[in-house]
């Protein structure tokens, strides 16, 4: 268990009487014929009905957190309130006297967080930035519907998922838990998420708001960007998400933005997101990512986590001074209380049950197929013909047992794991990619060698007809990578086999994209990224054709980090502590996010953003684009002789006065296509998409102009292309 500030040093005295105080409160029953307990009302007027019955000590309850379950150190008196932790994140004490959930709080990127510490069980799905890779709103809502139901049937009831943060730099080690470098990509597939995750009846969370693109000094690094890049970027990855998914609950980032951080910054929290946007519901701060009382309560934010450091007596002390006004109070509380209303969770609460882990199996697996991405595949080397092979060398370290997965607070704890893994390890998923592959060959002789012996796997290289080399590049929270090399010598590795084989397939399992010295010589790649609880039997499945490879890359695999806007990470200064905002990094590159850059830069990269093959080929005919730019419509065609799904893209290219890179993804659809087959589709541009921001009139507008719209297989191939004139 993670411990990242011991609970002594942060609690007053005065905070646990006030706390122990609200204790007792809850063990009266609820009153069910209260007005605010009607369903039929709105939750603002439940919310309202409620604000009125609450004292000042119960509404500064509900506006902080009291520490992570499990924290060690603890003050004996505290040991009270985390009796009543269901094993979370966090935890919020509400009026529950007047039916108001206490609200438990779990991590749920890829599944929900530290089951082992309930001696529960939960299904990893694969990476967010895998299922970004399925560029399918269908699949990012079964992700949401799944993490929504495990985390009731574990008894929480908010979630900690939803993370989008813009992929500006793609060594950030959380780059995994986002959805990649485009903006509306990533704000629709989160969107769709939030949206099923919440349906389930929990409180639903987007994250960390905004720009905290890297790891490295996460709490003391001053984000600087000029608003139109950052509203036509990293916001409106936000603005998107919201608005599709209508989360309950918001979470500022560590980080700070133009001078103030996240969660005291005025502009992000109020101006932008509860006003501009209608955001209704609460901003929770992340985890120590809180640094005033007055300053931050005045910005807009609601919730402190995860401790009381500023908004529980200091809090208190400042109203009843009179330097911050009741109204900001219940401002806050409101919003909480509209949340829990909204979400549902006052009227259907969860119910602890028995994950359906058949299931949850079904949906990873599902997931993993949609989003792995073929990266090549020469002479036809894929799909694997199980009639004909006769022996298969597989390669990797753990390749025999597992796969890796993503850590820092999004890790799922893997079956057999024990409560409290220390915070960094690598964790490898029981599927084991041997196994896998061996039920789809019966027939065929299979050896396994791990490649710490570089020498031994290439004897099994050569002896075999193909080989199969599982390489992983581990990511977590807390710290950014080095560089997009494979760890641990595996370029070697893959180089030597690749030599001895040319019937070498690379499975990759990573969180972000990786350089690859020996593309050419190897037969086929395919991306599996941290490909979740099935990940074994979705590769295998893709490898051998009974799934047809569909996904396509949510962000560009550049061929250095020489060719990124920085090229090393920017770095803290030494002695830098959270609470001081100890340096800047300019992003420069501004809007040029990803693909947009490397467009702008003429730079070549490896794999360019929206590339993906497949077994099949499509081809593109007949764009036509309405005059008033608000549709497009052309035709997809599989023109092979296999059933697949083509993920056919729009982009556009603004008129040359707005200034903007040379594309940008403005709409795209999934295709289902049998051999030989053709679909016409029709596809709503949103204006917005084709907008730019203006800062004095400050909205979007749709600069007057000519457009040219581009209809493709991927940002670096787009055979149909039409130019329009919009006023
Ligand atoms: C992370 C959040 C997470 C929180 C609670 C923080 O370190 O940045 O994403 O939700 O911890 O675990």
Request: glycine residues 10%; aromatic residues 8%.
């Amino acid at each position: 268990m993670r411990i990242r500030f011991t609970a002594t040093a942060v609690f007053t005295a005065a905070m646990l009487c006030t706390t122990t105080g609200l204790l007792g409160a809850q063990q009266k029953s609820v009153d069910k014929s209260q007005p605010w307990m009607n369903p039929q009302l709105s939750p603002e007027k439940r919310a309202e009905l409620v604000l009125q019955q609450m004292t000042f000590d119960e509404k500064i309850s509900m506006l902080h957190g009291e520490g992570m379950a499990g924290s060690k150190n603890l003050h004996p008196e505290f040991q009270k309130v985390h009796e009543l932790f269901n094993g979370g994140a966090g935890l919020v004490i509400t009026p529950t006297r007047l039916g108001i959930p206490m609200i438990q709080m779990s991590d749920a990127a890829y599944g929900v967080r530290d089951s082992a510490m309930n001696g529960r069980y939960s299904t990893a799905l694969p990476s967010n930035l895998a299922s970004a890779a399925s560029w399918d709103p269908q699949a990012a809502c079964s992700y949401g519907t799944l993490i929504g139901r495990e985390l009731r049937a574990q008894g929480y009831n908010m979630t900690l998922g939803g993370g989008v943060n813009l992929t500006r730099e793609p060594r950030n080690g959380r780059t995994f838990e986002y959805m990649g470098e485009d903006p509306v990509l990533a704000g629709t597939l989160v969107g769709n998420r939030i949206r099923c995750e919440g349906a389930q009846h929990v409180i639903s969370d987007i994250k960390h708001y905004a720009m905290n693109d890297q790891e490295s000094g996460r709490q003391e690094i001053d984000a600087r960007i000029g608003e139109r890049a950052l509203r036509e970027s990293d916001l409106l990855a936000f603005q998107i998400g919201v608005k599709t998914g209508h989360p309950d609950a918001v979470m500022c980032s560590y980080n700070g933005v133009n001078g103030d951080y996240a969660c005291e910054n005025r502009y992000l929290l109020t101006d932008v997101l509860k006003k501009e946007w209608n955001f209704p519901g609460f901003v929770v701060s992340d985890w120590g990512g809180t640094h005033s009382t007055e300053k931050a309560s005045a910005a807009g934010l609601d919730n402190e986590e995860e401790w009381a450091s500023f908004y529980g007596d200091s809090l208190k002390a400042a109203v009843q001074a009179g330097r911050v006004p009741m109204t900001e109070i219940d401002d806050h509380v409101r919003r909480i209380l509209w949340a829990e209303f909204a979400s549902g969770i006052v009227d259907d609460p969860p119910r602890k049950g028995v994950v359906d882990v058949q299931a949850g199996f079904d949906t990873s697996r599902h997931i993993a197929e949609q989003g792995s991405v073929l990266l090549r595949n020469e002479r036809n080397l894929l799909p694997l013909d199980s009639a004909k092979l006769q022996s298969v060398a597989v390669i990797g370290f753990h390749a025999d047992t597992g796969m890796i997965s993503g850590g820092g607070s999004a890790q799922v704890d893997a079956p057999g794991d024990q409560a409290g893994g220390e915070w960094k390890r690598k964790v490898w998923f029981p599927t084991s990619p041997l196994e896998a592959l061996r039920a789809k060959a019966p027939g065929a002789k299979f050896s396994f060698v791990s490649g710490e012996n570089i020498a031994q796997a290439v004897a099994q290289a050569k002896a075999a007809d193909v080989a199969v080399v599982f390489a992983w590049q581990w990511e977590a929270e807390d710290f950014d990578l080095p560089n997009l090399s494979l760890p641990n010598e595996q370029d070697k590795l893959i180089e030597a086999v690749t030599a001895a084989n040319p019937r070498t397939v690379v499975v990759l399992e990573t969180g972000t994209a990786v350089t690859m010295p020996w593309l050419e010589k190897t037969g086929a790649v395919l991306e599996a990224w941290f490909a979740g609880s099935k990940g074994a039997d979705a590769v295998a499945n893709l490898l051998f054709g009974d799934v047809n490879p569909s996904g396509k890359l949510p962000m560009t695999f550049p061929r250095s980090e020489a060719d990124l806007p920085r090229p090393t990470v920017a770095k803290p200064p030494a002695g830098s502590k959270n609470g001081t905002l100890s340096f800047k990094v300019d992003y420069s590159e501004g809007v040029k996010v990803g693909y947009k850059w490397y467009d702008a830069e003429h730079k070549p990269v490896l794999f360019p953003f929206g590339f993906g093959l497949s077994y099949t080929s499509y081809s593109y005919s007949g764009l036509t684009v309405s005059p008033d730019g608000s549709s497009v419509s052309f035709t997809v065609a599989n023109t092979g002789h296999r059933a697949g799904a083509e993920i056919a893209e729009v982009y556009a290219s603004l008129p040359e006065s707005a200034g903007e890179p040379p594309k940008r993804l403005i709409g795209w659809q999934k295709v289902e296509l049998a051999a030989g087959e053709s679909k016409f589709i029709r596809l709503a541009i949103d204006p917005t998409y084709l907008s730019i921001w203006d800062e004095v009139a400050k909205k979007f507008v749709r600069p007057s102009g000519s457009y040219r719209v581009m209809v493709g297989g991927s940002s670096a191939e787009l055979p149909l292309t039409k130019e329009i004139s919009l006023q």
